[in-house]
């Protein structure tokens, strides 16, 4: 079945500092990749996607390349902010996938001042 | 803005009980789903709908059923309300065509004692 693995947390990083969450995936085909975002006391939002491959993804400073060769989607920004702080989701919906979403289970970012 | 409201943000009930859980959208969107969010398991799903009156088994429908009988609700309903259904519930909703994002409501943290 289909699949998604992220790095466990939590992650703290000082501000400014570089950020990499990974995100490896298992799924047959080429599904499109996403990373969503939630924020405390809020539900999940869309942080960005990519639908194929060598696509990047980028919002709000953070990018994410579809790498079909080693099946990861690693989200990256050069520089956090206090307000980062979060849980990020990585996520795909299979090729002809009617909109079921596999998530990972979620990296929780903590940047300090 | 694409907006997904759930009826409760915090719900305790106790074990037995007849629970429901009400989500709305006001986007005429088609499909709309029903998650629990626990910690370390990340999101899964629970029921989805791709149309009124239709329903679909995600990976965790036990315990559960759902209801959908006007195009802008979905209600996830638990008929005997037990300990390990504590947890928090997420709504979504997504168009069939056009862009595959899904928007989430704010979430219910229901407690079962």
Known sequence: GNSVTQMEGPVTLSEEAFLTINCTYTATGYPSLFWYVQYPGEGLQLLLK????????????????????????????GSVQVSDSAVYFCALIPSGGYQKVTFGTGTKLQVIP | ??????????????????????????????????????????????????????????????????????????SLILESASTNQTSMYLCASSPSSGSDEQYFGPGTRLTVT
Request: proline residues 2%; hydrophobic residues 25%.
């Open chain 2, 1 to 74: 803005d694409v907006k997904v409201t759930q009826s409760s943000r915090y719900l305790v009930k106790r074990t037995g009980e007849k629970v429901f859980l009400e989500c709305v959208q006001d986007m005429d969107h088609e499909n709309m789903f029903w998650y629990r969010q626990d910690p370390g398991l990340g999101l899964r799903l629970i029921y989805f709908s791709y149309d009124v009156k239709m329903k679909e088994k995600g990976d965790i429908p036990e315990g559960y059923s759902v209801s959908r009988e006007k195009k802008e609700r979905f």
């Open chain 1, 50 to 77: 990519a639908t194929k491959a060598d696509d990047k993804g980028s919002n709000k400073g953070f990018e994410a390349t579809y790498r079909k060769e080693t099946t990861s989607f690693h989200l990256e920004k």
